[in-house]
């Protein structure tokens, strides 16, 4: 199973939005809506922000949203704030109990 | 609160062997289908292992075939991961999540397993 594509680098300034893709295939992304999110500070266990394509768990910021286009998922953070810092990975359901990770995106705040 | 604590990481020598549990807390945990993911210094997420709620489906990536067992006590409300024949690449922190559908919501402090001789 390949990995989701993300791009290793994103950025913005505060208060600015920023876009995330995580292309896949007609195999999981674009066959499945399990596809999340995580955000990962340094040195820290990644946290759930997104999970099947656009929901958020309890306590996570409507700052975070997710959609899904064909094989593509995105995830936008709106409102850019210095602690949106991090590395982000989405990851999707790829069917027989197999799941597949982006490489993940690390978003500076300028 | 729902808690995940990892442990049985070290250093091991190639070839060698380790045990990793991680002790659940805080949910029903005879319920929930768990995993094994990985996170090599520096690199990206990387599942290793599933195990379904009662132990009865298990599932591995390709490196971990043949060399890694996953296993769960329910009784204990704890996981267990069996890593045999380690090698080099195998050196990474090894978190313990919960998973429903792909969406892995409670994570484990990690414990980190260093492959070297």
């Known amino acids: 199973q390949s990995a989701l594509t993300q791009p290793p680098s994103a950025s913005g300034s505060p208060g600015q939005s920023v876009t995330i893709s995580c292309t896949g295939t007609?195999?999981?992304?674009?066959?499945?809506?399990?596809v999340s999110w995580y955000q990962q500070h340094p040195g820290k266990a990644p946290k759930l922000l997104i999970y099947?394509?656009?929901k958020r768990p309890s306590g996570v910021p409507d700052r975070f949203s997710g959609s899904k286009s064909g094989n593509t998922a995105s995830l936008t953070v709106s409102g850019l704030q210095a602690e949106d810092e991090a590395d982000y990975y989405c990851?999707?359901?790829?069917?027989?109990?197999?799941?597949?990770f982006g490489g993940g995106t690390k978003l500076t705040v300028l | 609160e729902v808690q995940l604590v990892e442990s049985g990481g070290g250093l091991v020598q190639p070839g060698g062997s380790l045990r990793l549990s991680c002790a659940a807390s805080?949910?029903?945990?005879?319920?929930?289908?768990m995993r094994w993911v990985r996170q090599a210094p520096g690199k990206g997420l990387v599942w290793v292992s599933l195990?379904?709620?009662?132990?009865?489906?298990?599932n591995y990536a390709d490196s971990a075939k043949g060399r890694f067992t996953i296993s769960r006590d329910n009784a204990r409300n704890t996981l267990y991961l069996q890593m045999n024949s380690l090698r080099g690449e195998d050196t990474a922190v090894y978190y313990c999540?919960?998973?429903?559908?792909?969406?892995?919501?409670?994570w484990g402090q990690g414990t980190l397993v260093t492959v070297s001789s």
């Open positions: 999540v919960t998973d429903v559908y792909g969406a892995f919501a409670n």
């Open positions: 007609s195999s999981d992304v674009g066959h499945y809506n399990y």
């Open positions: 195990i379904n709620s009662d132990g009865s489906i298990t």
């Open positions: 099947e394509v656009n």
């Open positions: 805080g949910f029903t945990f005879n319920t929930y289908w």
């Open positions: 990851n999707s359901y790829a069917g027989s109990n197999n799941v597949v």
